[in-house]
């Protein structure tokens, strides 16, 4: 059964870049059809889709992020990654990886809250 | 980008209740909604996909139906465990999208 674990600063500066990992154990991030994502929750509200990224190179964002966000894969370590540039108090949120499958985030993460403050 | 809004925010019933929770979409999806359940400081879990079909593992107590636009989520016999926020999601185009959840709560 695959896992998924996100790990990264828990706080980060104001205009500074957000950088989150997330590990997959228990299946090879390589092959198949899935879409490794991205998705956040700011504090006490609902869910936000970040981005995903498909067979290693190919990524969708979100419109709203897209112009500060890189997500890429590490096949070498089982590995995607999030990097957000020019933070702010408004990016503080659980960020979650996620599996995205036919159509639904089927495996996520237990989430790792990031702080922006100074 | 599609615009998710679900009904009520919040609900409370009492165990053996049935509880339903509504997602409207503001355009029509086909059967690309599915529903999630998030418990407090948990990961959200995938309940039901494509409007109705179980996914697995998922109690028979929860089910789906809805195409189109309106879509609703039950919950036959309501137990203590399923107090939690409940999710609707859209697949149909990017950006995917989640309606503002439904707070369910355990009288």
């Known amino acids: 059964q695959v896992q998924l674990q996100e790990s990264g600063p828990g706080l980060v500066k104001p205009s500074q870049t957000l950088s989150l990992t997330c590990t997959v154990s228990g299946g090879s991030i390589s092959g198949g059809a899935y879409y490794w994502s991205w998705i956040r929750q700011h504090p006490g509200k609902g869910l936000e889709w970040i981005g995903y990224i498909y067979d290693s190179e190919n990524t969708y964002y979100s419109p709203s992020l897209k112009s500060r966000l890189t997500i890429s894969v590490d096949t070498s370590k089982n590995q995607f990654s999030l990097k957000l540039s020019s933070v702010t108090a408004a990016d503080t949120a659980v960020y979650y990886c996620?599996?995205?499958?036919?159509?639904?985030?089927?495996?996520w993460g237990q989430g790792t809250l990031v702080t922006v403050s100074s | 980008e599609i615009v998710l809004t679900q009904s009520p925010d919040f609900q409370s019933g009492t165990p053996k209740e049935k509880v339903t929770i509504t997602c409207r979409a503001s355009q029509s999806i086909g059967s690309s909604l599915h529903w999630y359940q998030q418990k407090p400081d948990q990961s959200p879990k995938l309940l039901i996909k494509?409007?109705?079909q179980s996914f697995s593992g998922v109690p028979s107590r929860f089910s789906g139906s809805g195409y189109g636009t309106d879509f609703t989520l039950s919950i036959n016999s309501l137990e203590a465990e399923d107090a939690a926020t409940y999710y609707c999601h859209q697949s149909s185009s990017l950006p995917q999208t989640f309606g503002q959840g439904t707070k369910v709560e355990i009288k």
């Open positions: 494509f409007a109705s």
């Open positions: 996620g599996r995205y499958e036919g159509g639904v985030f089927d495996t």
